[in-house]
């Protein structure tokens, strides 16, 4: 039976900086995974060259039953402090947009920091290593927690559950650390699939089937919540940044709007357009402005196409309006096959907001995805990993 002070369970971004806090306080620490590599998200994430952190990171950032919960991690440990870590590494990165952080070469090189950190710190870990059973309260006082795994039992005075959520489960994601939680007699909150593309159906999926491929800016808005990026066409919805970002707000049967000229007063730009080109058909002016494939099938399905000059004000109104407000109804979403993260999971009711610490079982903590706390698109999920991870590996 071999004795940690500190098992961590997942060796995703939020397990590995929960090792690094831990072991470079000295505690003796040991870290398990079942997959047959560490950081596997970590390598996928940005195209290959991780989103890691975001400069403009704020409590704002995050989805959570309680949207108080995640400030006190997220102020003790920044991006500044990440940052710092990446550049003592001598990796070389770059803003692509809104703060977004990326690697100029690789992903692997995050991944290497922090196992070399790992190494400095004295942390083992274990991959290929699956976990049988978790006790609790067998063992001696100073080492309350038993786990039986298929390289052997440990035992541990502190164990962190950093096992992610159900995003990608061909990556190895599954609902494990949800049944841990439920175990302990934590509340568990329905989860979803965010950051995800949307699925279209029937008529709405007919008439935008065979423009897969088209992408242009717009202004998504849901639930009183809008996000400005570019909008993907996918032969099954849509997908893009900003149809993304709105995922992880709309849930069936809820109204999305899409402004299709952002930034713009559309009634003012159809003016000027009938000032400016009366001869001209609409499809071929809303062509200048957006993918003309797209204007194209606007004007087929939800636009009467003419001359600008044969348009009068109440029907540029109503064009305004269409263009400004353009309704489409999703059917669903891609689901966790495609979904870069997961809403919902341990509720935060049951955790200290500064530790992590579980407020039924001392020595229990959850961290990073498996926690109900959600950021969005575009690093914050990676700092929330990192600022969790660390909080917990303060004290554990």
């Not at 108080?68 to 402090?81: D, E, G, I, M, V």
């Not at 949307?198 to 009183?224: F, I, M, W, Y």
């Not at 969005?376 to 969790?388: D, H, I, M, V």
Request: hydrophobic share 40%; aromatic share 8%.
């Amino acid at each position: 039976m071999q004795h940690y002070d500190v098992i961590v369970i997942g060796a995703g971004a939020a397990g590995l900086m929960c090792a690094i806090t831990a072991g470079q306080r000295g505690r003796r620490v040991l870290v398990i995974d079942h997959a047959n590599r560490v950081g596997k998200k970590i390598l996928m994430s940005g195209g290959g060259r991780c989103n890691f952190t975001n400069t403009g990171t704020t409590p704002a950032n995050y989805l959570s039953a309680n949207r108080h919960f995640c400030k006190s991690a997220l102020a003790r440990y920044t991006p500044w402090h990440f940052i710092e870590m990446v550049e003592r590494h001598r990796i070389a990165y770059h803003e692509k947009e809104l703060g977004q952080l990326f690697c100029d070469e690789s992903s692997k090189l995050i991944v290497k920091m922090l196992l070399e950190e790992c190494a400095s710190a004295g942390v083992r870990i274990e991959t290929s290593c699956s976990i049988e059973r978790v006790l609790h309260g067998e063992g001696a006082a100073e080492a309350p927690f038993r786990l039986h795994t298929t390289h052997g039992a440990f035992v541990a005075t502190s164990l962190v559950v950093a096992s992610g959520g159900l995003s990608i489960p061909s990556m190895g994601a599954s609902g494990f650390g949800y049944e841990l939680a439920r175990q302990f007699g934590h509340d568990v909150l329905p989860t979803r699939a965010g950051l995800v593309p949307l699925t279209l159906s029937g008529k709405h999926q007919e008439r935008l089937a065979d423009l897969s491929g088209v992408a242009l800016p717009v202004t998504a808005t849901c639930n009183d919540q809008s996000f400005s990026n570019f909008m993907l066409v996918t032969h099954r919805g849509i997908s893009g940044p900003a149809i993304l970002q709105i995922s992880s707000y709309w849930q069936p049967g809820d109204e999305l709007h899409l402004d299709l000229l952002p930034g713009q007063d559309a009634l003012d730009t159809l003016q000027r357009w009938q000032r400016e080109r009366p001869a001209a058909e609409l499809k071929t002016v809303l062509g200048d402005a957006l993918p003309k494939r797209f204007a194209q099938r606007l004007c087929e399905h939800w636009l009467v196409n003419r001359p600008m000059k044969q348009y009068n004000l109440p029907e540029l109104r109503a064009m305004a309006d269409v263009l400004q407000h353009w309704p489409l109804v999703a059917s669903g979403t891609e689901g966790y096959r495609t979904a870069e993260v997961t809403l919902g999971g341990v509720d935060t009711d049951g955790l200290s907001s500064t530790t992590m610490q579980s407020r039924h079982v001392p020595g229990l903590y959850f961290i990073g995805e498996v926690v109900d706390v959600t950021g969005w698109l575009g690093g914050y999920n990676f700092q929330w990993a990192w600022a969790s991870g660390y909080a917990a590996g303060e004290v554990a």
